[in-house]
């Protein structure tokens, strides 16, 4: 069964660092970019960015509200993508989803069941 | 312009066709994809590329393109589909992602 698990939510304070992981199964991690979506309390769905296979370089890309504080990592021999978040602020209070992202047209064809993050003091 | 707007909310009677669109000037060059997304769940795609249709998804459910402008159409709603419908593109810059606002569909 292809899935995607995020881990590593929780409560944390304004100015500090959290890193959330992705733990896919049932298909070729090192095929597929990978994009992190976040949804904020009763928001819609937000792009945080994403990184491509190794077999298009592996760079990344990032929303312009959290380029600079967070960065997208992967590990192709654990099957594992990370976001790495520093400098939170309370506006990045969301629900994190992790998600396969396929074609030229970019669509987002597995979602993991997404993991909270909450920013406060 | 790295926006798409859809509307914020849309209604349909059971069993009738209902459309749900979004703008934006990036889709004059990219395909949209649509996701649907119920209280408490991950989202879920529905179509992407031109009009495609993952395993699962039933043939209800059909995309199409003009100009700027993506839709989304449901022919025969059901009770099920009553969600929240999102979509998204590249942006014109090709190496962003940007997400419309999403449509809340009421089946009546």
């Known amino acids: 069964e292809v899935q995607l698990v995020e881990s590593g939510g929780g409560l944390v304070q304004p100015g500090r660092s959290r890193r959330l992981s992705c733990t896919a199964s049932?298909?070729?991690?090192?095929?597929?970019?990978m994009s992190w979506v976040r949804q904020a309390p009763g928001k819609g769905l937000e792009w945080v960015g994403f990184?491509?296979?190794?077999?298009?370089?592996?760079?990344?890309e990032y929303a312009a509200s959290v380029k600079g504080r967070f960065t997208i990592s992967r590990d192709d021999s654990k099957s594992i993508a990370y976001l790495q978040m520093n400098r939170l602020k309370t506006e990045d209070t969301a629900v994190y989803f992790c998600?396969?992202?396929?074609?030229?047209?970019?669509?987002?064809?597995?979602w993991g069941k997404g993991t909270t993050v909450t920013v406060s003091s | 312009s790295s926006e798409l707007t859809q509307d914020p909310a849309v209604s349909v009677a059971l069993g009738q066709t209902v459309r749900i669109t979004c703008q934006g000037d990036?889709?004059?060059?990219?395909?949209a994809s649509w996701y649907q997304q119920k209280p408490g769940q991950a989202p879920v795609l529905v179509i992407y590329?031109?009009?495609n249709r993952p395993s699962g998804i039933p043939d209800r459910f059909s995309g199409s393109s003009s100009g700027n402008t993506a839709s989304l159409t449901i022919t025969g709603a059901q009770a099920e589909d009553d969600a929240d419908y999102y979509c998204?593109?590249?942006?014109?810059?090709?190496?962003?992602?940007?997400f419309g606002g999403g449509t809340k569909l009421t089946v009546l």
């Open positions: 998600t396969r992202t396929s074609g030229y047209y970019y669509h987002m064809d597995v």
């Open positions: 049932g298909f070729t991690f090192g095929d597929y970019a």
């Open positions: 990184i491509r296979s190794k077999a298009y370089g592996g760079t990344t």
């Open positions: 990036s889709l004059r060059g990219y395909f």
């Open positions: 590329g031109k009009d």
């Open positions: 998204n593109s590249r942006d014109s810059s090709g190496n962003h992602v940007v």
